[in-house]
Nanobody
Framework: VQLQASGGGLVHTGGSLRLSCASS????????LGWFRQATGKEREFVAA????????FYADSVKGRFTISRDNAKSTQFLQMNSLQPEDTAVYYC???????????????????WGQGTQVTVSS
């Protein structure tokens, strides 16, 4: 699975962005999808995850209520709608996928098999 993330950019505080992540070479059937982010000088941080069944999504506390993860299995694409952006949301955002991840590992970066190249999100104050 090759993942291609897009949609990053520069926004002001309170603005919105929608990130997309498309798969090439394989469909998303059966995969758990997610997003991580990494700010300069900080460790990679879990943002959101969504299982193949489209059951309840999982979010980091820091983004809950502001970000929404979704997927279009027919188009092998996942999305991260980000609203009410704050300067602390500034980071490189990575989309991820895994066919075998278990529920207890959803927030662990090394548990995901596939990573996109990252897209920069910058929120100015």
């Amino acid at each position: 699975v090759q993942l291609q993330a897009s949609g990053g950019g520069l926004v002001h505080t309170g603005g919105s962005l929608r990130l997309s992540c498309a798969s090439s070479g394989r469909t998303f059937n059966g995969y758990t999808l997610g997003w991580f982010r990494q700010a300069t000088g900080k460790e990679r941080e879990f943002v959101a995850a969504l299982k193949w069944t489209n059951s309840n999504p999982f979010y980091a506390d820091s983004v809950k209520g502001r970000f929404t993860i979704s997927r279009d299995n027919a188009k092998s694409t996942q999305f991260l709608q980000m609203n009410s952006l704050q300067p602390e949301d500034t980071a490189v955002y990575y989309c991820v996928a895994s066919l075998t991840i278990i529920h207890s590992n959803l927030r662990i970066p090394s548990a995901y098999d596939y990573w996109g190249q990252g897209t920069q999100v910058t929120v100015s104050s």
